[in-house]
């Protein structure tokens, strides 16, 4: 009965729907590790390995399937999955049963980035079948939609999917991948999305990584907010292309930037490094604060930056990065962070009380590396 009355008020009144990813996402997805090496069995063990490596006691809660699990048509023109994926309602049963979501992925074009069929022409059609496996989230991927839409009918395309997930009566997350076009910023929020990506693919090295999380993100962080968020795109803790101290700086970034938290690395088998980074509570409580403030650059000295994000509780989280190759003091004074007089410090990643600070906070940090602490007011 419950049930049926909350499908209701959903189809007649989407702000009753829009309590979905009132904190960023946070979860899994197959691409960056398995890309087309994805099937059941494996999604089925990573779920597995959500619960035992205490992913999802820490909110990693998402199992989300990227590309290439889709299928041909049946004759009524209903997606089915290939043979990777014999049985999806069956999968998402699983992943359910084990107290977790599942996600899944398609492209407003005819195909999708890797090839597969897109749902060009049969958005509500999908929407449905999705509904009906039970599935939690979509990341639409705009891919070959370029084929036969104009840039400027992206917002309507995606509200298109955007008011057919929400006619199921099935909260489904909503995942926009368009790369930043057309400032998606300005409308995401407004045809549905719950979070959107604002750049191209990350990948696992240290340039991509920063160039996307610092320089990207500087001007956005006013558009991110209790269920819309901006989407630097899925992390690469753990995958091998950067040393612990990178992705610790990767991690503290995110969190920062109250980026959606997927983990992209094969989790069956963490390193004590890539589990310490993954599960640091105090980083994912900054990501996950319900203010839902993401941070801004206050100052820049060279390779040394200094980023804030304000708290729910009046705490300010504060990130001393550095960008160079070699050893650099970072000082956050006080009169450019917008603290005075004496305040307590917690370092987020020694797990430390730093004591009192008055004035400023500075220090010596890591090349590539990151302090990042949270000062009491
Ligand atoms: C695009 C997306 C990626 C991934 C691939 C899959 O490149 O941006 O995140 O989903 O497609 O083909």
Not at 11 to 33: D, E, F, R, V
Request: glycine content about 10%; proline content about 3%; aromatic content about 10%.
């Amino acid at each position: 009965m419950h049930r049926v009355t909350l499908i209701g008020l959903c189809l007649t009144s989407a702000s009753l729907c829009a309590n979905l990813a009132q904190t960023p996402p946070m979860g899994w997805n197959s691409w960056n590790k398995f890309a087309e090496k994805i099937d059941d069995q494996t999604v089925r063990a990573i779920a597995d390995a959500m619960v035992s490596s205490g992913m999802k006691d820490a909110g990693y809660i998402y199992v989300n399937i990227d590309d290439t699990w889709e299928g041909q048509r049946d004759a009524q023109g209903n997606i089915q999955s290939n043979s990777k994926f014999p049985d999806m309602k069956a999968l998402a049963d699983y992943v359910h049963g084990k107290g977790l979501k599942i996600g899944i992925y398609s492209s407003p074009g005819p195909k999708t980035c890797a090839g597969y069929e897109g749902s060009y022409q049969h958005e509500a059609q999908d929407a449905k079948t999705w509904a009906a496996w039970g599935i939690d989230y979509l990341k639409y991927d705009w891919c070959s939609a370029d084929k036969v839409y104009k840039p400027s009918e992206m917002p309507s395309v995606y509200k298109k999917m955007g008011d057919a997930l929400k006619a199921t009566g099935r909260p489904i997350v909503f995942s926009l991948c368009q790369y930043g076009l057309e400032k998606v910023w300005e409308w995401g929020a407004s045809v549905g999305g719950n979070l959107w990506r604002t750049t191209d693919d990350i990948q696992d090295n240290w340039d991509s990584m920063t160039k996307i999380g610092f320089d990207k993100q500087l001007t956005l962080a006013r558009y991110a907010g209790p269920g819309h968020w901006n989407d630097p795109d899925m992390l690469e803790i753990g995958n091998g292309g950067m040393n612990p101290t990178e992705y610790r700086t990767h991690m503290s970034l995110w969190a920062m930037l109250a980026a959606p938290l997927l983990a992209g690395n094969d989790i069956r088998s963490m390193n004590a490094d890539t589990r310490n980074i993954l599960l640091n509570k105090e980083v994912i409580a900054i990501d996950q604060d319900p203010l839902g403030q993401e941070a801004t650059r206050v100052s820049r000295d060279g390779a040394a930056e200094v980023w804030t994000r304000q708290l729910a509780n009046g705490d300010l989280a504060v990130a001393l990065f550095n960008r160079s190759e070699g050893m650099t003091e970072v000082d956050a004074r006080w009169e450019i962070i917008g603290l005075k007089g004496k305040h307590k410090a917690h370092d987020l990643w020694l797990h430390q009380e730093l004591g009192t600070v008055r004035d400023s906070y500075s220090a010596e940090v890591q090349a590539h590396g990151v302090i990042l602490v949270r000062i009491a007011r």
